[in-house]
């Protein structure tokens, strides 16, 4: 049984790398770049460990924006994702009910700052509009959609990465968590930058390719091609049910 096991998790992982190679940035690889890929050894599967928390990365109006074509929904969010973002949210709050029954840690960040942290935001000087992100402008405010339930953690950052200058790494400490889920917006900026400093600090990451969005595609592909080369698993949605139904440890 045990051997069988090992050669089903095996064909599993097989399976995962070849969705990698064929994923969604390969139309903008050439052959050599292709080949290169297939031969270098990247992208191999880590795998995920038995106590998982799902984080959801800034999941705020101002991000998420209006459920339409992005340049429909400019004049109102000019820093939303749109349409692409929205499915996103859908597929996150299918993450979210399997997590919540299954008792997994559901943590968020929300992107924003007092007045007399303006001076020290890492973003304003490269986008402008700091009125925006106000603790109290309602743009920062998560959709109603993926609101947190009872008991979830809500992180507030200044920061790309979820660790810079926040609780995040106490708290999954005393969870005793061993795996993040990222979920959330956007793939080029937040998303990766989280992944980067999990690896960093021991943790595996995983990541369900529908559960993130970005706005610009090519940022979005480029970067789900590096996190799958050198520190995520890139999960499709059935898979990333299926761990999360399977034996965990509470």
Request: hydrophobic letters at 40%; aromatic letters at 8%; glycine letters at 8%.
């Amino acid at each position: 049984m045990e051997r069988m096991d090992r050669r089903a998790l095996s064909v599993s992982r097989d399976r995962s790398r070849e969705r990698g190679a064929d994923a969604v940035w390969r139309k903008y690889l050439s052959h050599d770049e292709l080949l290169l890929l297939d031969r270098s050894g990247y992208g191999k599967v880590r795998g995920l460990g038995k106590r998982p928390a799902v984080l959801v990365i800034d999941c705020q109006y101002n991000h998420i924006g209006a459920d339409l074509p992005i340049m429909e929904q400019l004049e109102l969010y000019p820093t939303g994702g749109g349409a692409r973002a929205w499915a996103a949210v859908r597929e996150i709050a299918r993450v979210l009910a399997v997590a919540r029954v299954r008792e997994v840690p559901v943590m968020y960040t929300r992107y924003c700052y007092e007045k007399q942290d303006i001076p020290f935001d890492s973003f304003v000087s490269k986008r402008g509009n700091p009125g925006a992100y106000l603790s109290d402008a309602p743009g920062t405010e998560i959709v109603v959609e993926l609101l947190p339930h009872d008991g979830a953690l809500v992180v507030r950052k200044l920061h790309a990465s979820a660790f810079f200058g926040t609780g995040l790494i106490r708290y999954l400490v005393d969870l005793r968590v061993d795996t993040l889920l990222l979920t959330g917006v956007s793939t080029s900026g937040c998303v990766r930058a989280t992944a980067i400093d999990a690896v960093t600090r021991g943790y595996r990451v995983g990541i369900a390719t529908s559960c993130v969005a970005d706005r610009i595609e090519v940022s979005h592909c480029a970067t789900l091609l590096d996190l799958w080369m050198k520190y995520a698993d890139l999960l499709d949605m059935d898979d990333l049910l299926a761990y999360l139904e399977g034996p965990l440890e509470k």
